[in-house]
């Protein structure tokens, strides 16, 4: 765990330099996007106050006739701090344990880190999360009489980067609804060219899939899924405003991901290669002011494969909600020094 952390935050110092502009001393410099379409925050500190909630699901499509099965992690509402100076973001949140879901539904430790990257040109995703405790969400479908199927051995842990080019950064900003370090003050959009790179991994004590829904998957106890993914992909995004200040922001990308896929179980170890298509979605919309804003944010993606040995079809999709308030500060030459 230490060591995957001290990758991705070296990753993550990498992608925050790279890209990064310089002038020769002594020479004006221009600006580098139209100032009429949106105005840039980056010399401000951005300060959030946020509620978020972090989700995890993963599906199980048997083929046939039998039903298809939805893990679901029960996460609680979350409140935090952070802030941003350039493209360089931080925060910590702490989980409201007594806004949890309904406790019938199991409890779920995770750790969770998701690090979003806007500049002018790129944007990037760096995803962490490793999940422990989860309830089959149709209570019909495990032992009768129990309520709902828990499952606090199954774990998901999920590692991932994305990489994406906005082809239209003169007149379109990605930060500007995602992490309001830039004002849109005409609506705009851009298609996104990139890829990402994804392992997941998923874990159970025994089969995972209850007995009473497919005998033949518990005797042969697959109990673990490996899954990595790697292709290229395509996207839109658009940022509609209103009034210079009202914005709403859509977002999606598609990937077509060549993969690695490893059923484990007893006696059973087969390997599947193949191609998938995979999606991210983003969405935000809220008011952009000069000095603060306000706004709600979705972000989701999901990928997935086909057991070889089994012939699951099986669907992992990582997501947040939030809701956040921002304000931002002027700074002077000394604090200036300290950030840069």
Known sequence: MTRTLLLISAGLLLLSSAGAQTYSAGLPSYPDHDTSYYRSYRGSLMVRLFFSRNYSLLKLDPPGSLPLMKYHANTPLNIGVGFTYKYISFSVSKGLGFLQSDSKKGTTHSFDLQTHIYKRKWSFDALAQFYKGYYLGQPNLGPPGTGYYL?????????????????????????????QNALQQKSAGSFLIGGNVFYTAVNGDSSLAPYEVDTLYDKANIRKLHLFEIGPGIGYAYTFVYRTHYFALGSVNANFDAYFSREIGNGVRKDRIGFSPNYILRFGAGYNANKWGISALWFTGGVHTKGESSGYQYTMTLGSYRLQYVRRFGIGRRMKRILE
């Open 151 to 179: 499952r606090p051995d199954m774990a998901l842990h999920s590692i991932g980067v994305t990489a994406y080019r906005v082809l239209n950064d003169r007149h379109f900003s990605y930060g500007a609804g995602l992490s």
